[in-house]
């Protein structure tokens, strides 16, 4: 029962190097989805928890809702869409199937803000390393 | 062992037995008619140590010694997940969750024997598929002018509280439709997306979307399919268009459809 083929076929680009975006994205896929099986022990891993505080707040709060009005109120209406377009530059992950399109300004950020907020999670590699 | 067959199994011939009471860190089961082609490959905890197998009846599970303190480093899971990939090139595979220890290999040879019949139905179904997961958002200025151009009283209250003028209940008040509106279509996107990428999926699995996505949605794909997906994939972010920001990736090992 061989399968067709690897991963070579779809992705852009099959490289076993993994950018921190492209692992980014299928994090959750790693820690929070796959078997589970009763009997083997989960260890408990510091940063999980760092991770979920990215999902989406609940929108029903005074405060979002003063950010969406502050957000709103400083939209330049006359400008319509006034952000250059730009391809995002999180390319040549391991599993990128290359269909990104473009964003403005506000969410590009906050998932460039996530990332870090990864990196600085996975941080310290490199120093443990040398000092093995 | 006294159940070892008298043919050994491709995977028993690729991969040796691990040291039977070490703690051990798991990555996934296979068929024993796997190869397991595991040279080369990283091990979850890094250097030292190698990858091995426990097999029983029909089924095998890839191991290695476990490391003293597990943390989930950009290292560790990328060895997590490439050992994924290598198995899925030859076979079907039920890829574990990140961090699954077992004190001893004795434990994983009977947790494969107790749902023997459940894994190996599972390796069956997932057989000639794989994963894509797709995140889409949409940028949130291009959302609130549609919902000041679309709303009237959207328009009058964002009038009234520029520049910082207007009361604090009219704040929350443009706050409150604005949110409501963004999160209705959001999740009209959402049905969208899904519902045109699911005539080539045989399933799928909808997560909450992270911050800022308003969708975040794997798909179980025939192999055959895949660049059929991909193309589909491109397709509706090309028709989408800007402003929009579509993240797809796979093929990838099954997570959301191994349990």
Redesign the interface.
């Known amino acids: 029962?061989?399968?067709?083929?690897?991963?070579q076929?779809?992705?852009a680009s099959s490289s076993?190097g993994?950018g921190?975006a492209?692992?980014y994205?299928?994090?959750?896929?790693?820690?929070?989805?796959?078997?589970?099986?009763d009997?083997?022990?989960?260890?408990s891993?510091?940063?999980?928890e760092l991770?979920k505080i990215?999902?989406?707040?609940v929108?029903?709060s005074?405060d979002?809702?003063?950010?969406?009005?502050?957000?709103?109120?400083r939209?330049d209406?006359e400008a319509?869409?006034k952000?250059p377009?730009r391809l995002?530059d999180i390319v040549g992950?391991?599993?990128?199937?290359?269909?990104?399109?473009?964003?403005?300004?506000?969410?590009?950020g906050?998932?460039d803000g996530?990332v870090d907020a990864i990196g600085d999670?996975?941080g310290?590699?490199d120093e443990e390393?040398k000092k093995? | 062992m006294s159940d070892v067959p008298t043919n050994p199994s491709p995977a028993e011939q690729a991969a040796s037995e691990p040291a039977p009471d070490s703690p051990l860190y798991i990555y996934a089961i296979t068929g024993s008619d796997h190869p397991l082609r595991l040279d080369g490959l990283r091990t979850v905890g890094g250097i030292g140590g190698s990858l091995s197998a426990v097999v029983r009846g029909g089924l095998a599970a890839v191991v290695s010694p476990a490391p003293p303190e597990l943390r989930p480093k950009r290292r560790d899971l990328t060895a997590h997940q490439e050992l994924q990939e290598r198995l899925m090139a030859d076979g079907a595979v039920l890829p574990m969750r990140f961090g699954m220890l077992a004190p001893d290999s004795a434990t994983v040879g009977r947790a494969l024997e107790e749902k023997s019949e459940e894994y190996t139905r599972r390796l069956a179904e997932l057989h000639g598929t794989t994963e894509f997961n797709l995140k889409a958002a949409r940028a949130q200025d291009d959302l609130l002018r549609e919902v000041l151009s679309e709303s009237e009283e959207a328009r009058r209250l964002n009038q009234l509280t520029r520049d910082g003028n207007g009361t604090h209940e009219d704040r929350v008040a443009l706050g409150e439709l604005l949110a409501r509106q963004v999160d209705a279509r959001q999740r009209l996107m959402a049905e969208q997306v899904v519902q045109q990428l699911s005539s080539l999926a045989r399933a799928r699995v909808e997560g909450a979307p992270a911050k800022d996505d308003f969708l975040n949605v794997s798909f179980l794909v025939a192999r055959a399919q895949a660049h059929e997906f991909t193309e589909a994939g491109q397709r509706l972010a090309r028709d989408f268009g800007e402003g929009y920001d579509f993240r797809l990736r796979g093929p990838l090992p099954p997570y959301s459809f191994a349990a």
Request: aromatic share 4%; net charge negative.
């Open positions: 029962m061989t399968q067709a083929s690897g991963t076929p779809v992705a076993s993994s921190t492209g692992l994205d299928i994090l959750e896929l790693i820690l929070d989805r796959g078997l589970v099986i009997v083997f022990i989960r260890v891993i510091v940063g999980i991770i990215d999902i989406r707040i929108i029903a005074v979002t809702y003063l950010r969406f009005a502050e957000a709103c109120n939209l209406l319509g869409r952000a377009a995002t992950d391991m599993v990128e199937s290359g269909a990104r399109g473009t964003t403005g300004g506000a969410i590009s906050a998932v996530a999670l996975f310290g590699d390393e093995r």
